[in-house]
């Protein structure tokens, strides 16, 4: 029996059970991306969200999604030429030399120390909590805490707080980092985490060709893609120079009536991550 069919029995239902859990990344770095994921949770296919608590509009998510299912964003990285944010704690370490937290994944890997990643991403759970958000669980903004040695602390932040995780497959990540190490299946296992057991994201491929592709003949278990949308206009298009049409039809496509139709056909349960944290949390 596979970890797929044992967490499809686990969450009581059938051990063929196929759940599709599609996350909105990014709550928090925009009003325009607030707008366009409670739209996407209320109206559409996406099942959850995490949220970017460092961001200048962190708080307003806080109260918009009150009552939805939203996790944490960990965020190490602020990618925007022209909108930076910081971190919460003011570790040095995290920092670029215009103060503000890194613009790609490899400079951020490289000059964080681990201590300062930890006491971080602890604050940002904390400030979340803090809003009084009811964290589902969380995942990382651009795959940072993903890559040893701070794949480390995100397992150990898992167990502290009792979160399911987003995983990544040794290999077949697509941030162009090598995870290294120990996959973070088999290191989760170790330590009782619970996540999705596949994660698909292809970025920039369009997203609803992605899910065209996958939802018809997704496995047994729990599969997560996640999407960015935000509504367009000119606040998106004055931040994100390189991708706005991605993220603007992200925000078009977890609305279309075509794809809720493409999943109801492919006898996918929709899901969350609030049930796999509950059951992890009911285990005592």
Known sequence: MNTGEQLAERLGHALDTRY?????DDVGSSHSANVAALKALDEGIATSATMMVPCPWAREAARMFDGRDVGVHLTLTA????????SLTGARSLHDRDGFLPARTKEAVAN?????????CRAQIEQALAWGVDVTHIDTHMGVVNIPPFSEIFLELAVDYRLPVRLLDKGKNTYNFDIGGEDSRTAA???HVLGSDRFIFEWPTDTRDLLRKHVPKLEPGVTEFCAHPVADGPELRAYDPAAPEQRAMDAVYLCDPELKQLIAQSNAKPISFRPIRDLLRSRG
Not at 112 to 120: F, I, L, N, T
């Open 20 to 24: 599709l859990i599609i996350n909105c």
């Open 79 to 86: 990618e925007y030429p022209g909108y930076r944010w910081r």
């Open 112 to 120: 964080a120390r681990p201590d300062d990643v930890r006491s971080e």
């Open 189 to 191: 296992a170790k330590r």
